[in-house]
């Protein structure tokens, strides 16, 4: 049983800096990781994807150049480093997990966190 577990969110001004953490349990170590949001009254939107040994990434045009995603097997635990941040990167962030990285071009995790609130205000 995979369960993923959040943690870093918060609220921040624009420009500043938020690093949030997926910590996972379970046999994940050699699953594809992700991050994903969702804002007030938006549906929920892909942001990065990294492969299991890191060797890949995938980004969002919305958020290439100021996010950045990490991944220490050794400890289960995925990273997001969020920088330059604007109004419009609020929402609710994801952690999810996969087997599968990308396929067909599309990244679909079976496995979801609760989420954690990332607010920035201008």
């Known amino acids: 049983q995979v369960q993923l577990v959040e943690s870093g969110g918060g609220l921040v001004q624009a420009g500043g800096s938020l690093r949030l953490s997926c910590a996972a349990s379970?046999?994940?170590?050699?699953?594809?990781m992700g991050w994903f949001r969702q804002a007030p009254g938006k549906e929920r939107e892909f942001v990065v994807a990294?492969?299991?040994?890191?060797?890949?990434?995938y980004y969002a045009d919305s958020v290439k150049g100021r996010f950045t995603i990490s991944r220490d097997n050794a400890k289960n635990t995925v990273y997001l480093q969020m920088n330059s941040l604007k109004p419009e990167d609020t929402a609710v962030y994801y952690c999810?997990?996969?087997?599968?990285?990308?396929?067909?071009?599309?990244?679909?995790?079976?496995?979801w966190g609760q989420g954690t609130q990332v607010t920035v205000s201008s």
């Open positions: 999810a997990a996969d087997p599968n990285y990308f396929t067909s071009g599309t990244y679909s995790p079976h496995y």
């Open positions: 379970g046999r994940t170590r050699y699953y594809a």
């Open positions: 990294i492969n299991w040994n890191g060797g890949s990434t």
